[in-house]
């Protein structure tokens, strides 16, 4: 819990870039074209909130900012800062603080250990969020491959299944990933507004 407040804590300093911003700007203009069977869905590996102003999200490791209670399974956004008050300071530890049972976060249902609503290395990830990916990727005519390495599977799989239904496939990177149909390379802050005629500007709220 003391590693996961580090990262809670450093999140919290952050903002969403021009890339979340642009990503933003196109879900509205999509939502506002006339032919309403258009559709656009952000699926993001992140567990950071900085996509969390995007209305359709599909978060597929979670977020660190929603508790799941390990006991009746409760879960809640939660922005606390700290998110428990024995965890002040503890951001700047090195992470050899034992905190007794009681003073760890606790559900309020419950009385239950929170854990943060994210998917930790070797935990499998959530079948409903997996089934509602499977849904969006049947139906994607064009899928845009933001900012990843293309290496971490389920999601390393999105771009061959898009493709072999004939699907479009356009990659912003800083690097070559994949074989597309369209390719950006450069920082997605740069190249992703651009692409998607938007207003990128880096004043406005995300």
Not at 123 to 150: A, F, M, P, Q, Y
Request: charged letters at 25%; one cysteine or more; aromatic letters at 6%.
């Amino acid at each position: 819990m003391v590693i996961t407040n580090v990262l809670r804590e450093l999140v919290l300093t952050k903002k969403p870039n021009r890339a979340h911003k642009a990503l933003v700007d196109f879900e509205k203009k999509v939502s506002s074209a006339t032919q309403k069977t258009q559709t656009f869905t952000v699926i993001t590996q992140n567990v950071d909130g900085l996509s969390s102003n995007i209305k359709n999200l599909i978060e597929m490791h979670g977020s660190l900012f929603r508790t799941r209670c390990t006991k009746c399974g409760d879960r809640r956004e939660n922005r606390d800062s700290p998110i428990a008050p024995a965890l002040k300071g503890t951001e700047d530890s090195q992470f050899d603080i034992n905190l007794p049972i009681e003073k760890l976060p606790s559900c309020s249902k419950c009385g239950g250990l929170l854990r943060p609503d994210v998917v930790w290395f070797g935990e499998c990830l959530d079948n409903e969020i997996l089934t509602k990916i499977e849904v969006e990727l049947e139906r994607c005519d064009l899928l845009l491959v933001i900012g990843t390495s293309g290496l971490v599977y389920p999601a390393a799989s999105y771009v061959s299944i898009v493709t072999s239904r004939g699907g479009k496939i356009a990659v912003f990177n800083i690097e070559k990933t994949y074989d597309a149909d369209f390719e950006f390379i450069g920082p997605c802050g740069e190249t992703l507004g651009n692409a998607l005629m938007v207003n990128d500007s880096e004043d406005e709220d995300a």
